[in-house]
Nanobody, 114 residues
Framework: QVQLVESGGGLVQPGGSLRLSCAASGRIFMINVMGWYRQAPGRERELVATITRGGLRKYADSVKGRFAISRDNVKNTVYLQMNSLKPEDTAVYYC????????WGQGTQVTVSA
């Protein structure tokens, strides 16, 4: 089994920053793609950013230039640095890892509000 544990969510004012972390543990040989998705109330889960083992990154248009994804392949950890946060970034953020087989974290709440 593989477990993903997220941390770093919270309440922040518009324009502020947060850094999310997600550590994978368990029966892991290699993680191909790691990423972050988010789901706001009443909306479908959407991709925020992904990163391959080799460092190829992909971002949603809504976060380009504000968010940065990175990973540590030795620690099996993925990070999401979120800057210039907006109220519309408020959502539950989920970590994803593809080994193959897709695994999800439990989610961490990010709230952007004055």
């Amino acid at each position: 089994q593989v477990q993903l544990v997220e941390s770093g969510g919270g309440l922040v004012q518009p324009g502020g920053s947060l850094r999310l972390s997600c550590a994978a543990s368990g029966r892991i040989f290699m993680i191909n793609v790691m990423g972050w998705y988010r789901q706001a109330p009443g909306r479908e889960r959407e991709l925020v950013a992904t990163i391959t083992r080799g460092g190829l990154r992909k971002y949603a248009d809504s976060v380009k230039g504000r968010f940065a994804i990175s990973r540590d392949n030795v620690k099996n950890t993925v990070y999401l640095q979120m800057n210039s946060l907006k109220p519309e970034d408020t959502a539950v953020y989920y970590c994803n890892a593809e080994l193959p087989g897709a695994y999800w974290g439990q989610g961490t709440q990010v709230t952007v509000s004055a």
